[in-house]
């Protein structure tokens, strides 16, 4: 699905550094891509208009709740925000450019709409709509910003910082900005000193995106590779497993693992399988504390995402609600020989046309590494976008063919032989409008006065909607844009059905939103709470978790051999090796 960090920085950073737009690493909203130029001089300027009115709407709503002054509001939130990477300094210095317009506007009572157009954070121009997100005031939307205009017309702030415009340009991020775009470029891992692929540091595609490197200073040791000389010095696949048994002269790795058909996972996604998320307490003013930002430097880093605790690789127990279940950690406990084998290749945005450039970050080596399994899940970014004639924009089943094709033939020439591929079909998303479209967004729990019906309009009127197919009042499109979405899957189901390959073997499945939400019902849930309620989007923590137990037991019941058998030795593995170093 569409959602990205690309998105992220317009939105939430905005959020947090008080309206100064991340344009130098950003192009897309609450979840997307980058999109061409279409409105107010390119999407950047809807996406400052978004991370402005959700700021204002903050600072007014944490000053309701509190009963307290604007001033107070806007301090209290950047007390919020945690002392790494100088968060709380850099919102005090935003606070004193834009503080004291924002102030003098909201004793006005002026929503955050008016603010944003009348402070030039939001812009109309000539033939486009006045996008808006609450209803309109009283007096009217345009006469509230003229009202507002001729208040601030003096403000020499506002004159002045027209320049300073990227908060990359503050020397104290320049570093933190250059190894989000490098990772962002490159999805390979910031901190990787042998140049294996694999990192020591969890947070820029590090450990939290694949396998935890176990030595940093050598490039022939990784997770995944087939044991050198059975590991009788070194572990030199960062399973865990290595020296001799004293008892009988035999290697541990060739005793534990030898027969097991050991391998790994590895996900080629979208922003669904890196599992974006953008946390509700911090955009929802009666949730917000000190501890609700407390794992924002990570998120940060992870560019929104979490795939530590996601359902393909997760393997930390989640933080952001529900539990993790994995099929790593699924695999993992049916072979313990597979710790740490794994590597989540999503990005936020993924789609057919892009895969094939993403898997280049790809580490596997066909002759020194084990098997894997693949894991093809780019669920809905082929059909949706931020475009106003969404359909022409959407892949063709031709095209889906081919984007495919290329990217089975470059895997056939990387993997090792044995591995398998599972190809993902398209999720239904009229499951989004269906359940939320009439529900409250948390930006409007606290007054009652914006639905996702209306977030999503606003979104796309600034064009900049993760998909405008879905996410729409239009029945007929949502209709039609579910429609290509099936069609594209029948492209996946007959490549599965009639195509083969050297190194592995091909499978489809369709997305389980069905089965998903079955099992929910029976534990008592709500359809709603299976989508994230930021960006009222993605798949939510409980979603994806479900999603691993159907999805395990499928391959379970139809092809066992994909997933290897249960190795005899984990037990003896446990009680030598312990949690085997750990993830």
């Not at 950003?26 to 809807?46: E, F, I, K």
């Not at 490039?219 to 008892?247: F, H, L, Q």
């Not at 710790?339 to 450039?357: C, M, P, T, V, Y």
Request: proline residues 5%.
């Amino acid at each position: 699905m569409r959602g990205s960090w690309q998105a992220f920085p317009p939105l939430v950073f905005s959020l947090l550094l008080l309206m100064l737009p991340l344009k130098d690493i950003s192009t897309s909203p609450l979840s997307g891509r980058a999109q061409s130029t279409l409105v107010s001089g390119g999407t950047s300027n809807g996406h400052t208009c978004l991370g402005c009115v959700l700021v204002v709407s903050i600072i007014e709503q944490l000053a309701m709740f509190h009963n307290c002054t604007a001033k107070e509001a806007i301090e209290r939130l950047c007390n919020y925000l945690p002392e790494i990477l100088n968060f709380q300094g850099i919102c005090y210095l935003v606070a004193e450019l834009y503080g004291p317009e924002l102030i003098k506007l909201l004793k006005y009572k002026l929503n955050a709409d008016v603010v944003c157009h009348s402070i030039k954070l939001c812009k109309q121009n000539a033939g486009q709509p006045f996008c808006h997100l609450y209803h309109h005031p009283t007096m009217g939307l345009n006469k509230a910003v003229r009202k507002a205009n001729r208040i601030v017309r003096n403000s020499k702030v506002l004159k002045n910082t027209a320049g300073f415009s990227s908060i990359c340009a503050l020397p104290i991020l320049v570093k933190l900005c250059e190894k989000i775009k490098y990772v962002i470029k490159n999805n390979l891992p910031y901190e990787d000193f042998d140049g294996d692929k694999f990192s020591a540091f969890p947070t820029l595609r590090g450990y939290h995106w694949r396998g935890r490197d176990c030595n940093e200073g050598k490039a022939t040791v990784y997770p995944g590779r087939r044991p050198d000389n059975w590991d009788v010095e070194r572990d030199s696949n960062c399973n865990g497993i290595w020296g001799v048994d004293p008892k009988d002269g035999i290697p541990y790795e060739k005793k534990f693992c030898k027969d097991a058909e050991s391998k790994g996972i590895i996900l080629l996604g979208d922003s669904a399988g890196a599992h974006f998320h953008i946390p509700p307490e911090w955009i929802t003013a009666a949730q917000m504390s000190l501890k609700s930002f407390s794992d924002l430097p990570v998120a940060l880093t992870n560019e929104l995402d979490w795939p530590h605790f996601s359902g393909t690789t997760g393997f930390l127990n989640s933080t952001i609600g529900g539990w993790t279940d994995s099929l790593y950690l699924r695999l993992r406990r049916r072979n313990h020989c597979n710790h740490r084998d794994f590597q989540n290749i999503s990005k936020n945005g993924g789609s057919s046309k892009n895969l094939l450039e993403l898997m280049k970050s790809l580490a596997r080596n066909q002759l020194l590494d084990n098997p894997a399994i693949i894991i093809y899940a780019s669920i809905g970014n082929d059909v949706c976008n931020g475009r106003p004639d969404t359909v022409a924009h959407m892949t063709t089943p031709n095209q889906m063919h081919s984007n495919v094709m290329q990217t089975l033939q470059y895997l056939n020439s990387q993997l090792p032989n044995g591995s398998h591929v599972i190809l993902t079909g398209l999720v239904d998303g009229r499951f989004l409008w269906d359940q939320l479209h009439s529900r409250y967004h948390p930006l409007g729990q606290l007054n009652k006065d914006i639905t996702y019906e209306q977030m999503y309009s606003f979104l796309s009127c600034l064009q900049i909607s993760p998909c405008n197919g879905w996410m729409s009042s239009n029945e007929t499109l949502r209709n039609l844009t579910s429609e290509r979405a099936l069609q594209l899957s029948n492209v996946l189901k007959e490549i599965a059905r009639s195509e083969m390959f050297a190194n592995f073997d091909v499978f489809y499945m369709d997305f389980p939103l069905g089965k998903i939400v079955e099992e929910w019902h029976k534990l008592g849930g709500e359809s709603w709470q299976l989508i994230e309620p930021a960006d009222g989007f993605h798949p939510s923590q409980i979603s994806s978790a479900l999603g691993t137990g159907i999805i395990w037991q499928k391959a379970l019941s139809e092809w066992p051999h994909v997933l290897g058998k249960e190795n005899p030795f984990n037990k003896q593995i446990e009680d030598v090796f312990k949690d085997q170093g750990g993830h």
